[in-house]
């Protein structure tokens, strides 16, 4: 049981629910805390083979990090917290499981650093990301810096975080930053049905194939290709392997083991 998070578990996809409408959903230390302990105990969950998570409430997907308790921090505590964003972030990516955010409304700082460290991102059509910490007398602090301009390039992310300038769903869906971007509506049903079909493909495809994208970005086009090699011989070692390959021939579903 978490004070702030709802966690729901449902074939093989686990529901995480960040639970602070009022404050609109925005990252406090405890609720850094809670979401460490969550992704870790969900990265050794066997039912669990994907992982959503969505803030409460219609406003925001995570609004940033929580102002009230931030803005009394000395240097060395403001440190320690965005190194435990930072560790949040990292853990989110390492684990061998996807990781998909359904961004329902605002994601601001700490709230648009979470979504980029997620997979990828399904919003609603209400959503606005950006990164105004500059705005505010300060600067992103749990990896706003180094992602974004990874994934959009550095001249656009020098602009937005200089800026402070929020940004609409569809314009972050031009941009890279989403994968989809629906009614509000119909947010959960696309994302949950998408979650549902990656559930039911190999456990350990899908976890070699993360590793194998993210670690690849931190090398070259060579060592990527490498690595990405060394992964798929390894899972012909496995049962999944002889089992997907038998049920196509087969022309029937297969029936995965994670093994």
């Given at each position: 049981?978490?004070?702030?998070?709802?966690?729901?578990?449902?074939?093989?996809?686990?529901?995480?629910?960040?639970?602070?409408?009022?404050?609109?959903?925005?990252?406090?230390?405890?609720?850094?805390?809670?979401?460490?302990?969550?992704?870790?105990?969900?990265?050794?969950?066997?039912?669990?083979?994907?992982?959503?998570?969505?803030?409460?409430?219609?406003?925001?997907?995570?609004?940033?990090?929580?102002i009230a308790e931030m803005?009394?921090?000395?240097?060395?505590?403001?440190?320690?917290?965005?190194?435990?964003?930072?560790?949040?972030?990292?853990?989110?990516?390492?684990?061998?499981?996807?990781?998909?955010?359904?961004?329902?409304?605002?994601?601001?700082?700490?709230?648009?650093?979470?979504?980029?460290?997620?997979?990828?991102?399904?919003?609603?059509e209400n959503t606005k990301?950006?990164?105004?910490?500059?705005?505010?007398?300060?600067?992103?602090?749990?990896?706003?810096?180094?992602?974004?301009?990874?994934?959009?390039?550095?001249?656009?992310?020098?602009?937005?975080?200089?800026?402070?300038?929020?940004?609409?769903?569809?314009?972050?869906?031009?941009?890279?930053?989403?994968?989809?971007?629906?009614?509000?509506?119909?947010?959960?049903?696309?994302?949950?049905?998408?979650?549902?079909?990656?559930?039911?493909?190999?456990?350990?495809?899908?976890?070699?194939?993360?590793?194998?994208?993210?670690?690849?970005?931190?090398?070259?086009?060579?060592?990527?290709?490498?690595?990405?090699?060394?992964?798929?011989?390894?899972?012909?070692?496995?049962?999944?392997?002889?089992?997907?390959?038998?049920?196509?021939?087969?022309?029937?579903?297969?029936?995965?083991?994670?093994?």
């Amino acid at each position: 049981m978490y004070q702030d998070l709802l966690l729901e578990k449902n074939d093989g996809v686990a529901l995480l629910k960040i639970n602070r409408p009022k404050a609109m959903n925005s990252l406090n230390d405890a609720v850094l805390d809670q979401l460490l302990h969550a992704f870790e105990v969900l990265a050794l969950d066997r039912e669990v083979r994907v992982v959503v998570i969505t803030g409460a409430g219609e406003k925001a997907f995570v609004a940033g990090a929580d102002i009230a308790e931030m803005k009394n921090c000395d240097v060395q505590q403001a440190l320690a917290f965005s190194r435990k964003g930072q560790q949040l972030m990292t853990l989110i990516g390492k684990i061998a499981k996807p990781v998909i955010a359904a961004v329902n409304g605002f994601a601001l700082g700490g709230g648009l650093e979470l979504m980029m460290a997620c997979d990828f991102a399904y919003a609603s059509e209400n959503t606005k990301v950006g990164l105004p910490e500059v705005t505010l007398g300060v600067m992103p602090g749990f990896g706003g810096t180094q992602n974004l301009a990874r994934l959009i390039g550095r001249s656009r992310a020098n602009e937005l975080i200089f800026s402070g300038r929020l940004i609409t769903a569809a314009e972050a869906k031009s941009w890279g930053l989403l994968c989809g971007v629906f009614p509000a509506e119909n947010l959960m049903t696309e994302v949950l049905a998408t979650a549902g079909k990656i559930a039911g493909n190999s456990r350990l495809g899908v976890a070699h194939a993360k590793d194998a994208v993210k670690a690849g970005l931190d090398m070259s086009v060579a060592e990527g290709l490498g690595y990405e090699a060394i992964h798929f011989a390894s899972l012909f070692a496995t049962k999944d392997q002889k089992e997907g390959m038998m049920a196509f021939i087969e022309k029937r579903k297969p029936a995965f083991v994670g093994a």
